[in-house]
């Protein structure tokens, strides 16, 4: 179930992509289509300069070469046009790359979590230590909710966000022992963690600039 829900948030999240770069691809093939239209006509003004050059006088040299000049502007705005599309297209991909990237570590961390608590009941089952409703409760229910979860409830503008991937607090934690931290807290499934590490911990931001000093 927790499988399908990850799968269904993340086709909902995609779900307006193709059409999204679709029309990136058909505005970068406009301008292509544009520029050579413009070269055409630099072509066409370079042959008649070149072939009346000695009957031309000065003041229509001089409006043909304008007239080049303004075309090759032109093309050069079209051409920076079609970097920028590139580049939100591409940036478009990466950002549900990253989402992906995200959510199957939380998912990863989902299945660890309840192989654990899974392992935990039998062992504890076994040896006859906790009854079911000893084990049912946990001091904190609020560790317990999962990613999943959090994806499915309302947002509240006022509620802080933490981490990398800019959510609500949820699950297990982590804190960044650089005081000047930024974000500060952090999910254990977004940084790669699955236990509370050793010593001081830093987050990959941190971490990065503390090598460059």
Request: hydrophobic content about 30%; glycine content about 6%.
């Amino acid at each position: 179930m927790a499988a399908g829900m990850y799968l269904e948030h993340y086709l909902d999240s995609i779900e307006n992509l193709p059409f999204e770069l679709q029309r990136n691809f058909n505005l970068m093939r406009d301008l292509d289509q544009r520029t050579e239209d413009l070269k055409g006509q630099i072509d066409s003004l370079a042959k008649e300069y070149t072939a009346n050059a000695r009957t031309l006088s000065s003041e229509q040299k001089l409006s043909i070469l304008k007239q080049i000049q303004q075309s090759y502007s032109k093309c050069k705005e079209f051409g920076d046009d079609k970097v920028q599309l590139a580049m939100q297209t591409y940036e478009m991909v990466d950002k549900h790359i990253r989402r992906l990237d995200t959510d199957l570590a939380r998912f990863e961390a989902d299945l660890k979590e309840k192989q654990i608590e899974s392992t935990d009941y039998d062992s504890t089952s076994s040896k006859g230590k906790k009854g079911v409703g000893e084990f049912n409760s946990p001091s904190n229910n609020f560790g317990n909710v999962h990613p999943s979860d959090v994806l499915d409830m309302p947002v509240d503008p006022n509620e802080p966000t933490y981490c990398l991937c800019h959510q609500v607090s949820y699950g297990e934690m982590i804190g960044c022992d650089n005081t000047d931290c930024s974000i500060e807290w952090f999910h254990f499934a977004c940084v790669g963690l699955t236990t509370k590490p050793r010593g001081k911990w830093y987050c990959p931001r941190c971490s990065q600039d503390r090598k460059r000093k």
